[in-house]
T-cell receptor, first 115, second 110 residues
Framework: AQTVTQSQPEMSVQEAETVTLSCTYDTSESNYYLFWYKQPPSRQMILVIRQEAYKQQNATENRFSVNFQKAAKSFSLKISDSQLGDTAMYFCAFMKHNRDDKIIFGKGTRLHILP | SQTIHQWPATLVQPVGSPLSLECTVEGTSNPNLYWYRQAAGRGLQLLFYSVGIGQISSEVPQNLSASRPQDRQFILSSKKLLLSDSGFYLC?????????FGPGTRLTVT
């Protein structure tokens, strides 16, 4: 069975700093998808970034980028120039390359951006 | 563009009362649909998912049930609510692999 582990329950950084959230996963699959979701205080879940395992290039979305290390089964999220609006719970997630399967979510990292 | 709606946004129900939460998706066809529950400050618990009309997979045995009467409609129900059913309920849809979430329903069982 697939598992997703986020080892940092909570983090705080100063505004404008760069922060990295860690995520490791366990799977025997060779092709799969990885995601980072953001849940701000409004509790709406927002897809931040997506990575396909067969793509070596790390995904980026504006200030958000990932460091995907397939051999190490690591998928960290880097937020550059952090803003107060980045304060949220961040969830790492895994999905096999099967549209009808389910996403496995980590337990989340609560990120506080301090003014 | 696609949008997902959930209602109601907030609900307070007494123990033993029935429940019906509705989720609809616009602007797409044949989406996969999901129901999640989230306790305060906790992670997501997948309750049900559906890959087509009338096809429901249950992840957790409980007093909740789900139905998909139409392609883009997903309903979460209970005949008798328990205190432990309180939480934040999220519906999500998927066109392929990533999931997109609705705004959620906050349910308090008193």
């Amino acid at each position: 069975a697939q598992t997703v582990t986020q080892s940092q329950p909570e983090m705080s950084v100063q505004e404008a700093e760069t922060v990295t959230l860690s995520c490791t996963y366990d799977t025997s699959e060779s092709n799969y998808y990885l995601f980072w979701y953001k849940q701000p205080p409004s509790r709406q879940m927002i897809l931040v970034i997506r990575q396909e395992a067969y793509k070596q290039q790390n995904a980026t979305e504006n200030r958000f980028s990932v460091n995907f290390q397939k051999a190490a089964k690591s998928f960290s999220l880097k937020i550059s120039d952090s803003q107060l609006g980045d304060t949220a719970m961040y969830f790492c997630a895994f999905m096999k390359h099967n549209r009808d399967d389910k996403i496995i979510f980590g337990k989340g990292t609560r990120l506080h951006i301090l003014p | 563009s696609q949008t997902i709606h959930q209602w109601p946004a907030t609900l307070v129900q007494p123990v033993g009362s029935p429940l019906s939460l509705e989720c609809t998706v616009e602007g797409t066809s044949n989406p996969n649909l999901y129901w999640y529950r989230q306790a305060a400050g906790r992670g997501l618990q997948l309750l049900f998912y559906s890959v087509g009309i009338g096809q429901i997979s249950s992840e957790v045995p409980q007093n909740l049930s789900a139905s998909r009467p139409q392609d883009r409609q997903f309903i979460l129900s209970s005949k008798k609510l328990l205190l432990s059913d309180s939480g934040f309920y999220l519906c999500a849809w998927s066109p392929s692999y990533e999931q997109y979430f609705g705004p959620g329903t906050r349910l308090t069982v008193t």
